[in-house]
């Protein structure tokens, strides 16, 4: 499980790293033929991951500065996104992993009579990491396509 995380936060920071410098308006930009832009793909990260996370303990479900209803599968950019969301999506996607690794650190010490993969495991399965994981790279190659229209 901790791989997962790991590589989870290694992805994150190589997606917050080469978007750093990007503007609001190249954030927003949606390219001809595409259906979303970089931002809802950043946003989409922060819902999809939270979803699968949080799927056996929804009480413990983070709450974010932005409005994650926005960025469900399904829906598509309807205007720009301001500079405080943008900023929002940031901070959440660099707080998701380890946020996560201490709830998981949080039930294991809750239950020391337990193994900690058992306790991991009631919470999440390797499977929906894997997921995951696949989904967050597959969301960081559109990110990437969109870049090379910039």
Do not use: C
Not at 102 to 116: G, K, N, R, T, W
Not at 117 to 146: C, G, P, Y
């Amino acid at each position: 499980m901790q791989h997962y995380l790991t590589k989870l936060e290694e992805l994150r920071l190589m997606l917050l790293s080469t978007t750093t410098q990007l503007t609001n308006q190249q954030m927003n930009h949606k390219p001809i033929g595409f259906n979303n832009n970089i931002i809802w793909n950043m946003g989409h990260l922060v819902v999809v991951s939270d979803d699968i996370l949080y799927s056996s303990i929804e009480s413990k479900r983070p709450q974010h500065q932005f409005d994650v209803h926005k960025f469900r599968k399904g829906t598509k950019p309807e205007a720009d996104v301001d500079g405080q969301t943008i900023a929002s999506i940031r901070n959440s996607l660099s707080v998701t992993a380890p946020s996560f690794r201490e709830l998981l650190d949080q039930a294991s010490l809750a239950h020391p009579e337990l193994q900690y993969d058992k306790v991991v495991r009631s919470i999440i399965s390797n499977a929906s990491m894997s997921f995951l994981i696949f989904h967050e790279q597959m969301h960081i190659q559109a990110i990437d396509n969109i870049k090379s229209y910039l």
